[in-house]
C-alpha cells in the first residue's frame, strides 16, 4: 500500500502527462487542419482529436480528469463505464474545482463561468441531446471498442459539423 504522499505525487504527474498530451494534441490539431481536409470527421476525430493515456491502476486517473476539467473552460462530456463511477465523476470534480457552483444535478455541474461537465455512462450515450467541446472517457480499459465507436459516432452527431481543433476525444485507462 503506497502512503497519502506518494500517491499525491503519483497524481500530480499523472495530471502535468494529461495536460501535456492535450497541449501537443492541441498543436498538432491546429497544424494539421490545413493539411489533412480530405479527411472525414470520423478519421478526422480519430487521427486529430483523440488522446489516449494509459498508466498502472491508482495513479490518479480519475483525480487528473477532474482537475483538468474543471481547469479548462469548456462544455465536457465524462464518460464512465457505468453510473457508480460517474457518481464518483463528479464528486471528484466538486472536489478539484476552486469554482462556485451554480446548479448540481446526478449528471451534471453548472460553474459560475457557464463552464458545464455532463456525467454520464457509455449506456447512456444515445440518449444525449447535448453539444459538448470535449469527451473523456474514463476507465477506457472497461469498454469495448465498439462502444468506442458508438461514443465517436454519436458525438460527432452532437457537433453537428462543428468538429474543430478545439474538440477532443480523450480516452484515460
Request: hydrophobic fraction near 40%; aromatic fraction near 8%.
Amino acid at each position: 500500500m503506497i502512503n497519502e504522499e506518494k500517491s499525491c505525487k503519483i497524481g500530480k504527474r499523472t495530471y502535468k502527462a494529461l495536460v501535456a498530451l492535450y497541449k501537443n494534441s492541441r498543436d498538432m490539431q491546429r497544424d494539421g487542419v490545413n493539411r489533412f481536409n480530405g479527411l472525414s470527421d470520423l478519421a478526422y476525430a480519430k487521427e486529430f482529436c483523440t488522446i489516449k493515456m494509459a498508466t498502472s491502476r491508482q495513479a490518479g486517473h480519475s483525480t487528473a480528469i477532474a482537475k483538468f476539467v474543471t481547469k479548462h473552460n469548456k462544455k465536457w462530456l465524462i464518460l464512465t463505464p457505468n453510473m457508480e463511477m460517474a457518481i464518483r465523476a463528479r464528486h471528484n470534480c466538486v472536489n478539484q474545482s476552486c469554482k462556485k457552483i451554480i446548479k448540481m444535478t446526478p449528471t451534471e455541474v453548472l460553474f459560475e463561468n457557464e463552464q458545464s461537465i455532463t456525467f454520464a455512462s457509455v449506456r447512456q450515450i444515445e440518449r444525449l441531446d447535448t453539444y459538448f467541446d470535449g469527451v473523456i472517457l474514463d476507465c477506457a480499459a472497461l469498454v469495448s471498442q465498439k462502444q468506442i465507436e458508438e461514443i465517436y459516432t454519436q458525438v460527432l452527431k452532437l457537433m453537428r459539423g462543428k468538429l474543430d481543433p478545439e474538440k477532443y476525444f480523450i480516452f484515460v485507462e
